[in-house]
């Protein structure tokens, strides 16, 4: 059976990235055959070198820049899926073009603040969505999935895999670190000042923020601020994962985060994340403060990744609780949610 999986394009590595490597993974593992259908080519990034897909198509050779991107994309990569058995579009921000399955990863365009355009946007979309939308409409969170004034009748949620490395039996040191892009969006000026802060109390333990620079002259406000915090600039994964393993605490601090994979290997490598009290990474990653802390200002953050340093008991209970959580992110977990999907679309089991 052959499936089209639409996406923009396979020259950068991300969130949206790593679902679709991991779809064409697991449906390939599934005995399905399947074909890469991208907007624009671009030089296929290293990571994904290996993605097991029977061939790639790009519509353009390079990015057309298309107006009313959104829009425009899903339709020009959805003309270009026709014939598939099973169509799958990876970045469904517009619920426009009737793909089998779409997956939403951000949901942005449908959030405040509704001016003008964006409420006639919306608008088009509910009277149209019955007729040209996906006949099941995937997100990466529970929180994603609620942003939405409207849905189709079949929705659900599909969180992105966590791949872990082995920590083995590695001992947890007295580390505080943050992953994410060095970007305003990230707040990274912010994780440094409660970095900072957390230091001037308990100076014993290290801070670091792994993460690539957004640009030189934010990288440079950063650089200013960051006094006892260590930046570690374009870490690989492997890098990124000895960090992790050796961390007792991840702070976090994007605002309305849609979903939080770092948070996610956090939890897995058992560190235990400290994240602001809002989007996915509050409310399916950490659920509320079940496996984790929450804050919503810099003093909150600041108890808790001292309160995690210092008392041994603590951070032991909410570690072993962060690593049994994150079971439900791993890549089984993943194929297996997305196989009972594909086959209500395919209309092999009842809804």
């Not at 779409?102 to 608008?123: A, D, K, V």
């Not at 997100?139 to 599909?158: C, D, F, I």
């Not at 895999?161 to 590695?170: H, K």
């Not at 957004?214 to 406000?221: D, I, K, T």
Request: overall charge positive; hydrophobic content about 40%.
């Amino acid at each position: 059976m052959k499936v089209a999986i639409a996406y923009d394009t396979l020259s950068r590595w991300g969130g949206q990235e790593l679902v679709t490597y991991a779809m064409a993974k697991a449906l390939n593992e599934n005995g399905f055959t399947v074909d890469l259908v991208l907007l624009f080519d671009g030089k296929l990034d290293s990571r994904l070198a290996d993605i097991p897909a029977r061939r790639i198509v790009s519509v353009f050779e390079y990015d057309p820049n298309l107006p009313i991107r959104g829009l425009t994309r899903n339709v020009v990569t959805g003309l270009a899926s026709l014939g598939y058995d099973l169509t799958i579009n990876t970045v469904y921000h517009v619920l426009l073009w009737p793909f089998d399955i779409g997956y939403l990863n951000n949901p942005g365009t449908y959030m405040p603040p509704y001016r003008l355009r964006r409420r006639l946007f919306i608008e088009l979309n509910r009277i149209m969505l019955p007729i040209l939308g996906p006949r099941i409409l995937l997100a990466n969170s529970r929180w994603t999935l609620s942003q939405l004034p409207y849905r189709p009748r079949l929705s659900g949620v599909l969180y992105p895999p966590v791949m872990p490395r082995d920590c083995g039996s590695r001992v947890k040191e007295d580390v505080v670190v943050s992953v994410g892009r060095i970007a305003p969006d990230k707040r990274t000026t912010d994780i440094v000042d409660m970095m900072e802060a957390a230091y001037s109390r308990y100076p014993k333990a290290a801070y670091y923020v792994i993460g690539l620079p957004y640009n030189e002259a934010y990288l440079r406000q950063v650089r200013e601020r960051a006094r006892h915090v260590e930046l570690v600039l374009d870490a690989s994964e492997g890098v990124k994962w000895d960090y992790l393993c050796r961390a007792k605490v991840l702070l976090h601090a994007a605002v309305n985060e849609h979903f939080g994979l770092v948070v996610a290997e956090a939890q897995a490598a058992g560190a235990v994340p400290v994240v602001h009290r809002s989007g996915g990474a509050w409310s399916d990653i950490v659920e509320y403060g079940r496996y984790g802390f929450g804050y919503l200002n810099h003093a909150e953050a600041v108890d808790a990744m001292v309160k995690l340093l210092t008392n041994d008991d603590l951070y032991r209970r909410y570690s072993i609780r962060a690593r049994r959580h994150s079971l439900q992110f791993t890549y089984n977990a993943f194929k297996m949610r997305l196989i009972r999907y594909v086959n209500v679309a395919l209309g092999l089991k009842p809804t």
